[in-house]
């Protein structure tokens, strides 16, 4: 076989991994997001310390225990208690509840650097304090967090090579099951490689086109 | 005629430290108050009060006879106190203009979703008001884009877009450049010769002595002297009155 032919081979092999990962990447980018999104809300605005506890809480856990322990606990804990998840269900949910407890953190940031006037002026013309919040803070911390999204999503794209571990027959788990079958290792990984930075270069190019259209305030 | 403004009893503690000790005073529709005193003195505390901002801690705040953020016997919380608010308008000494919006939405913005006039005419109205500010020229920059004198005459139009009962001003010129205080001050003599409603707390004593009806002293959590504003300013008779104006004027 052709060495050109080979190449073809692994891309083929490596393409069909490509969407996973994709589509993985982008749906658990939009779980953790929203469920981010609304805890910060919470924990900045609701008055109740009993939900302030609670997602406190959420967020040690998430955070302190790896990635790949929480999946392995999705697909394979509920599976014996009976809840069989599909390997791609799992790691999106896996992927997306951690990933709410970093995005937690990064809209608390956006909001905790508002000065506390501007709530005050929301208030003083009349609006109301959910009106407050969804017209004058949210735009703002939501511009002030969009950096640190992006570097996010980005993390979030490297990180889901490790749901092949879970079977999720993304990009890492095609390049895993041919190096096995193939030995074609330096090949295939720095195929992989290219891969991976011809997702995410496009990534950090759209992000950063959000930065520039809402990130930075106009002058 | 009745008072527009009557507070009474106003009392406002932090913890165990008592900043308010018993404010009373009335204020007449259309009349010009000047708030005066040391820094510390309450006067702040005292504005943030009349459209609580600050909770007081015991006391009365009636606006037309309406009794401002107590409903049958209970504290009335942020969402209940919105329409009361939206009564008067206030000035603050940093502007706190909202950065994400244009000049002209940061007028607008309230006349929609406070009184629900359509984008055209809320626009239309901010327009106006930023005509009485001399800001027309500015309607569409960014906040961030605008000297401090600027940003405060929009802060200005922005109180004024609520067709307020009552004016409050917290030491709207104290945060600018010298040279951009006059711009401000001139736009709200201008807003006192319509015959507005005022509560200016400032240290801008000639200014209060030319454009106020009543000044009021405060030290230490009280009112200590109140009266005509040339007469206190001119001829203060408690000491302590006396002292602040003469520290203040050298
Ligand atoms: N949120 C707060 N918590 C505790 N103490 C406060 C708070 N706000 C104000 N104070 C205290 O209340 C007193 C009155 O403050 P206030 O800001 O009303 O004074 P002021 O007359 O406006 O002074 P200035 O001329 O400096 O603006 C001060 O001693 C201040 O430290
Ligand atoms: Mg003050």
Known sequence: MSAL??????????????????????????????LGFLLALVRQFAKSPMLHALIDAYCE?????????????????????????????????????????????LFRAGFAALPKGQREAALAVGL???QAISDILTPQAMRIALPSLGNYAVQLLKDTSI??????????????????????TTLIYTTVAVLYLAISLPLMQAIRMLEARYGRVKT | MNPLLSVTGLTKSYGAVEVLKGIDFDVAPGEKI???????????????????LEKPSAGEVRLDGERIGVRHDRPMN?????????????????????PHLSVTE??????????????????????EMLAKVHMTHRADASPLELSGGQQQRVAIARALAQKPKLMLFDEPTSALDPELVHEVLKVMEELALEGRTMIIVTHEIAFARDIADRVLFLDGGRIVEEGPARELILTPREPRTQAFLRQIRH
């Open chain 2, 106 to 127: 940061n007028v607008a913005i309230a006349a929609r979703k406070v009184r629900g006039l359509p984008a055209k005419e809320a626009r239309e109205l901010a327009l």
């Open chain 2, 34 to 52: 000047a708030l005066i005193g040391p820094s510390g003195s309450g006067k702040s505390t005292c504005l943030r009060c009349l459209n609580f």
């Open chain 1, 128 to 130: 109301t304090p959910l």
């Open chain 1, 163 to 184: 749901v092949s571990a879970i079977a999720a027959p993304e990009i890492m788990f095609y390049a895993r099951s041919m190096v096995t079958s193939s030995f074609q």
């Open chain 1, 61 to 105: 856990v998430m955070r302190n225990i790896p990635a790949l322990t929480h999946l392995f606990i999705l697909y394979f804990g509920l599976a014996s208690l009976g809840l069989r998840l599909s390997s791609i269900t799992a790691a999106i949910l896996g992927l997306g509840l951690i990933g709410g407890a970093v995005t937690c953190d």
């Open chain 1, 5 to 34: 032919s080979t190449f073809t081979l692994i891309l083929e092999g490596l393409l069909a991994g490509a969407g996973i990962t994709i589509a993985v990447t982008l749906a658990s980018l939009l779980l953790s997001v929203s």
């Open chain 2, 78 to 98: 942020d969402r209940q106190l919105a329409p009361q608010r939206a009564e008067m308008g206030m000035v603050f000494q940093l502007f706190n203009l909202w």
